[in-house]
């Protein structure tokens, strides 16, 4: 049985359950309807809406989805009208398309070979893996990813209606429970060993990297005396692609016939004719139709035409590129741009950013680099959390009469490629499709037709902003908005006034601040003159977005402007904290701010002062991913914050945790999971957004206890700093070798430990050594470790971490601790892995120590309410949590022993000791440690919350904390 929760609005909350044998029952019961239908003759009448209706419909709501979408306003909806050959319907998880299936009537049947082509091509070109084709009669699945033209081999699963039963596991695969544990993908793993098709998005983005680097070939090439510099040619190969993606697209919702392969098919035999000059008469024709400066270059002459129109470029260069954006290179996939969606196009265009075109005298060359896109801060947001903020920004504000949403004006003051810009273009024009619909009657089709481009050229024209820092995501984000409000042949807006570039942080060039002589470096921004009549008018009525991830060591050249202009400055913050402050002074009073960013600042020293800043405003929601992976490649701790610029009474921020991505809504996990947190108690020091519960426990302990800073004195100590681990860590053999050939060489070389020998309770030691050369040492008495070192000398000599000698260590006042007895710890915590060291070992940066010799304290760290207190405190990294000491120094310890605590941890010392020396082999000996070892910690557990005056109730809150 699977079960779940869902929110039906006003109705509440509704207890979904999904029972195999009961779905299994309720199938046959329609089966059997079915049979009553065949066997009366009455098929024949059988349009496919009533096929719809009384077949497929139920055969869905049976397996589990909201067809209705009583419960999530998206789960199964209509495909756009605007999308040629389109299917009838999408079954979404999360916004997010699963499945699309195309219906066809009991009275025609199937029609594999034309029916299967249009559903299996449709969800390519949308980047979903599975078709479905059914008139219930059969039921066919596709998996649009198989590399082959003919639908039969992309043939997943075929089931006709007397199987339905029989083969019951196969049709549960389409069921909602089913997607939500990703059988059909299972399944697909086991049975599906056919060559996949690549998918749309890497398909097209690999076409157009090899056109853009051809076109930059051909354009250096042919084009010597125009003496271009790579951005000059990067440019004019960005507007032909632009174009040429925008006339295609046209071409593909049936708004212009097919202009481009007309061309190309005259000029295909015929080299002494410039087919570059022919397509430019197409462009000069787009730009009387469509008039978007999409197609002209200078809005003061348009006689002046964009550099891309002054070229030279072969025929066969321009020829293929125009071509390829017909059919693939090797014939299997015809582009469909109608079918191809904008967050699909954004992310093919994030990557198509993350390249640079670099040029010699001689070449032109493409290189996709990793560090480009990370030096930008370049990550594509996923749809579901671009929805989200939409949702609660956007979407929050439709309590507006139409009159004041028609200058609702939304800014993304980094919108890269535009996808916050799209979705809140869809909002708002489904906001006004839905008002509309009770005076569509009173027009013609056309009348009707020409209202929504209107209304589509006045969004785009007085609703949506944006900001970029580099202008090809600018010019983008600009082609996939046109792209937005090109549904019939009419004229467009030109963007160029709210899709700006500029960099929206700096308001003076890098030149007045004398650390750049280019009086355009930096590309600042002035925003009182960009956008006058909104800043104006009190600033922007929504500010959305998903900022850069860019480290302060990047921000180093503009620190001084920041330091001088934004309040909430920490010389090593990160530049998010100054989009914070930036956006939330450009937002309108009673205005919506939400944006997805790294958490980081919540705690960390260098969001103080933004902490104090974000405190003028109402906090209406935190979502806290953790360390969950939103975006690909990247570990960046995302969150979503959504603010009001509002002043209230009595704030109470909505706070969600989330623990997994495994969800089929956020909106309902987060309805599922909240709590809210009163405002009033949030501390400039840190926030900590957890639930009141928990705050409530915390303040109890609190008032009995001592920190862990104040019970060590505040001795706390990091592992040496060598600068260069790999040569000052020897092994025994090294070691061995070295006091052969010196016996001297033994003082200087001591025992050390890495961060995978600390264990709970114990050190694994595993051998290793640390040449110890202190500063000041005469390195002649060791002439084997000096001969060692030198082989290294290049490398240590660059080390930052260093004495004043390029052999020596860096200063260090407490080499005698290392010796003494001492808790040591590593900073990365998956698990409390505390360990008393009695052996002297030294260590290298990545482990810390507390100088004592303590074994109660060493069974309180160690214990559920020690890892409760480093979580509460500590920073989510990596699958765990950073403990280092700002944090860790927060753990309160009580005030009082328990002799019976250290007994124990002695205990657990002596048996996690025995446990290492057996290791993994399988022995009874073995599993009798292993079970002393479990008991004891439960004894070490059930003391250490008496210690801290825990009662049954507030230690289930604390275990559920810590699951």
Not at 166 to 176: A, C, G, R, V
Not at 262 to 290: M, S, V, W
Not at 525 to 533: D, I, V
Not at 703 to 713: C, S
Request: one cysteine or more; charged letters at 30%; hydrophobic letters at 35%.
């Amino acid at each position: 049985m699977f079960e779940y929760l869902n929110n039906q609005g006003i109705a509440g909350w509704v207890h979904i359950v999904v029972d195999y044998e009961v779905v299994k029952s309720r199938i046959k019961e329609l089966v059997d309807k079915y049979n009553n239908v065949r066997s009366s003759g009455r098929l024949r009448n059988y349009n496919e809406e009533n096929t719809k209706k009384d077949f497929i419909t139920p055969l869905f709501r049976i397996l589990g989805w909201d067809v209705e979408n009583v419960m999530c306003p998206d789960e199964v909806t209509n495909e756009d009208k605007i999308s040629r050959g389109r299917v009838d319907y999408s079954f979404r998880i999360n916004s997010v398309p699963k499945f699309f299936l195309e219906a066809k009537a009991l009275n025609k049947g199937l029609n594999e070979k034309e029916d299967a082509a249009q559903a299996i091509n449709y969800s390519w070109h949308k980047g979903v893996v599975w078709a479905v084709l059914t008139d219930f009669n059969t039921l066919i699945v596709y998996n649009a990813e198989v590399n082959e033209k003919d639908p039969q081999y992309a043939r997943f699963i075929e089931l006709t209606y007397d199987k339905y039963i029989e083969n019951f596991d196969q049709l549960w695969l389409l069921s909602k429970p089913g997607f939500l544990e990703g059988l059909l993908n299972k399944q697909a793993e086991k049975w599906n060993k056919k060559q996949k098709k690549t998918k749309v998005n890497e398909q097209l983005l690999n076409e157009l990297m090899v056109y853009r680097e051809k076109l930059s070939k051909n354009i250096k090439a042919r084009n010597l005396d125009k003496l271009l510099d790579d951005e000059d040619i990067d440019e004019a190969v960005q507007r032909i692609i632009d174009r040429l993606i925008f006339i295609r697209t046209t071409e593909d919702r049936e708004i212009e016939p097919q202009w481009l392969r007309g061309i190309i098919r005259q000029f295909r035999d015929k080299p002494d004719k410039k087919l570059i000059k022919a397509i430019n008469t197409i462009f000069r024709a787009y730009d009387q139709t469509y008039n978007s400066k999409l197609f002209t270059y200078n809005p003061d002459n348009l006689e002046q035409r964009h550099l891309c129109e002054n070229l030279e470029i072969d025929n066969d260069v321009i020829l293929e590129v125009v071509e390829g954006l017909y059919d693939s290179k090797d014939g299997v996939t015809h582009f469909d741009f109608s079918a191809i969606d904008a967050d699909v196009l954004g992310n093919i265009y994030e990557q198509y950013l993350s390249s640079i075109l670099k040029t010699t005298d001689k070449r032109a060359k493409v290189e996709t680099q990793e560090a480009h896109r990370h030096d930008q801060g370049i990550y594509y947001t996923p749809t579901f959390i671009v929805d989200y903020i939409v949702k609660n920004t956007v979407g929050a504000t439709f309590n507006k009469k139409p009159a004041e949403l028609e200058k609702l004006a939304v800014l993304d003051m980094a919108c890269g490629s535009g996808s916050f810009l799209l979705k809140a273009f869809d909002y708002i024009n489904n906001y006004f499709d839905t008002y509309d619909e009770a005076t569509k009657h009173m027009l013609s089709n056309k009348e009707d037709d020409e209202r929504r481009a209107t209304r589509k050229n006045n969004i785009l024209k007085n609703n949506l902003y944006g900001v970029d820092l580099d202008p090809k995501a600018v010019e983008i984000a600009q082609l996939n908005l046109l792209l937005k409000a090109t549904e019939t042949k009419h004229r467009l807006p030109d963007l160029r006034n709210n899709i700006k570039c500029g960099n929206a942080l700096l308001s003076v060039p890098l030149q007045e601040m004398g650390v750049s002589d280019n009086p355009e470096a930096g590309r600042p921004f002035n925003w009182a003159t960009e956008f006058s009549e909104i800043m104006g008018a009190g600033g922007f009525d929504v500010i959305i977005g998903n900022p850069p991830y860019v480290r302060q060591e990047e921000l180093k050249e503009i620190k001084p402007y920041l330091e001088k202009n934004y309040e909430s400055y920490h010389g090593q913050a990160d530049l998010c904290v100054y989009f914070f402050e930036r956006e939330l002074k450009m937002l309108k009073e009673g205005g919506y701010f939400g944006m997805i960013v790294s958490s980081k600042w919540l705690k960390a020293g260098f969001g103080v002062n933004l902490r104090k800043f974000l405190n003028k405003y109402w906090i209406e929601e935190l979502i806290d991913f953790g360390d969950l992976q939103l975006f690909k490649g990247a570990t960046t701790y995302p969150c979503i914050i959504i603010i009001r610029n509002i002043k209230k009474q009595n704030p109470e921020v909505r706070v969600c945790n989330i623990t997994t991505l495994n969800f089929e809504n956020l909106t309902n996990y987060i309805n599922q999971n909240q709590f809210t947190f009163d405002q009033k108690n949030l501390k400039d020091e840190n926030w900590n957004f957890v639930n009141p519960n928990i705050v409530k426990i915390v303040s109890k302990v609190q008032e009995q206890t001592i920190t862990l800073k104040e019970y060590v004195n505040n001795q706390f100590y990091n592992g040496i700093k060598t600068g260069l681990i790999d040569v000052f860590k020897i092994s025994k053999e090294k070691r061995d070798e070295l006091i052969e050939k010196d016996p001297n060489s033994a003082e200087i070389l001591v025992p050390m430990i890495t961060g995978n020998e600390l264990k709970r309770y114990a050190i694994d030691y595993q051998g290793d050594y640390l040449i110890l050369t202190k500063i000041g040492i005469d390195i002649s008495k060791y002439p084997a470790v000096y001969e060692y070192l030198l082989g290294f000398k290049e490398q240590l000599s660059k080390r930052g971490d260093q004495g004043e000698m390029w052999y020596e260590l860096r200063t260090c006042s407490y080499y005698d601790l290392f010796t003494k007895p001492k808790i040591m710890y590593a900073e990365m915590q998956v698990s409390p892995k505390f360990a008393l060291d009695r052996e002297g070992y030294f260590t290298h940066n990545v482990i810390f120590f507390l100088p004592v010799d303590d074994p109660h304290l060493l069974s309180i760290l160690n214990s559920r309410i020690g890892w409760f207190f480093i979580q509460y405190y500590g920073t989510p990294i990596q699958n765990g949590y950073k403990a280092s000491w700002k944090y860790l120094s927060k753990v309160p310890i009580p005030k009082t022993k328990d002799p019976e605590l250290s007994s124990l941890a002695e205990k657990m010392m002596e048996l996690n000791k025995k446990l290492i020396t057996i290791k993994d082999k399988a022995t009874d000996e073995r599993t009798q440690l292993i079970n002393q070892i479990k008991e004891t910690d439960v004894n070490i557990d059930n003391r250490v919350y008496q210690l801290y005056g825990i009662d049954q109730e507030q230690r289930q809150v604390i275990e559920e904390c810590i699951k």
